[in-house]
């Protein structure tokens, strides 16, 4: 069986789309390798690139796509409404059959290393690359982020994995092994932004500070297991949004928790009104969605249709099923 692995970078570029053209390039020009999406966000101002291959060519392109984008974006020059600190922000790796998994984490860690030395980038290792429980989580690491970055890498808690110099055009990127995850917005209709950080504070596992009688802050934890979330406002749309990754598919499938959200919604009387995905989505999260919205579907190819009706995938941008649905059965065969 061949070593598929998929990787998901997230470039602090969304408006330059000569830059984005250059990094994509890099990338579908190395054999071996299929870039399947790029999912540009102007507001942001950051793209999502998906490809997929055999573990040393995705290796190989990530490289080059590293090369390309720091040579090519200034962070000291960019502004965005999404958490970063990095010109390549986070670079996952996926291992779509886990019986490879262990030799893409030592391969990743070497592959983070030479970043590091050749690029002059420092590197964090997050997820199961992590050496460290405090590393793991990606909003850990990323705290601070581009502008205060420097200051914090000062710590000792905080140095580096790799690299030890700050580099104000790159900044500082996170990299690692992770599990498939779901990058999903749900829009919401009336209401305020601080309704929708609300709201994301109910949702993601952390949950959110409350203060008792006395004054004292305690966490309430949140309704769904491996679920980050933010309230955010994107201009390019007009939409509040509650912006999450799904890291938890199983444990927190998607249609339950658009369910959660137009629940919270209903309790602060508004609404949502559809949703956005970022990158792709693994073909099963669709079909059990559709069959859990309607189970009285007989074909996954229906189901696939409703959860994209139900969820209102369609509302701020195309969503085509043949370009952001990944179909891990048919890549393990590639």
Same mark, same amino acid.
């Not at 990299?175 to 994301?200: H, P, T, Y």
């Not at 994107?234 to 799904?246: A, G, R």
């Given at each position: 069986?061949?070593k598929?692995?998929e ?27 299929? !870039? ?9 101002n950051?793209?999502v690139?998906?490809?997929? &291959?055999? =573990? ?18 200034? =962070? ?37 290393s ?15 690359s ?7 989580f990606?909003?850990?690491?990323r705290?601070?982020?581009?502008? &205060?970055?420097e ?43 601080e ?16 203060k008792?009688?006395? &004054? ?45 959200c ?14 956005? !995905? ?11 969605? &559709? ?5 009285e ?20 941008k195309p ?11 048919? =890549?393990?065969?590639?």
């Amino acid at each position: 069986m061949k070593k598929i692995v998929e990787c998901i970078p997230n470039f602090s570029e969304g408006n330059n789309l000569i830059t984005i053209q250059k990094i994509a390039d890099v990338i579908s020009e190395t054999q071996g390798v299929s !870039l399947l999406n790029i999912d540009i966000g102007k507001a942001t101002n950051r793209t999502v690139m998906t490809f997929i &291959g055999e =573990m040393d060519a995705v290796i190989e392109a990530m490289y080059k796509a590293f090369e390309k984008s720091t040579s090519l974006i200034d =962070m000291s020059q960019h502004q965005g409404t999404h958490p970063r600190m990095g010109a390549v922000d986070v670079c996952p790796f996926v291992a779509l059959d886990t019986s490879y998994e262990a030799e893409l984490i030592e391969k990743v860690d070497v592959f983070a290393s030479k970043v590091a030395q050749n690029l002059k980038v420092p590197i964090f290792l997050y997820e199961k690359s992590s050496k460290s429980i405090e590393r793991k989580f990606l909003a850990n690491i990323r705290k601070g982020e581009y502008q &205060g970055f420097e200051k914090k890498m000062n710590e000792m808690a905080w140095k580096p994995d790799y690299g030890n110099t700050w580099n104000p055009k790159t900044g500082a990127s996170a990299i690692g092994v992770r599990d498939l995850l779901i990058a999903f917005n749900v829009n919401i209709q009336g209401g305020s932004l601080e309704i929708a950080k609300k709201m994301a504070g109910a949702l993601r596992e952390t949950g959110y500070l409350e203060k008792d009688a006395l &004054g004292n802050k305690k966490r309430i934890a949140g309704i769904h297991k491996g679920l980050r979330a933010i309230g955010w406002y994107i201009e390019d749309f007009d939409k509040i949004q509650i912006s999450m990754n799904i890291t938890d598919i199983v444990s927190s499938p998607i249609h339950l928790v658009f369910e959660s959200c137009m629940k919270l919604a209903k309790e602060n009387n508004i609404s949502v009104s559809g949703s956005e !995905l970022i990158g792709l989505i693994p073909k099963k999260s669709m079909i059990d969605a &559709g069959y859990y919205f309607n189970p009285e579907l007989i074909r996954d190819s229906e189901a696939i249709v409703c959860a994209k009706k139900t969820l209102n995938l369609n509302e701020v941008k195309p969503f085509d099923e043949s370009k952001h649905v990944l179909d891990i059965e048919k =890549m393990l065969l590639l």
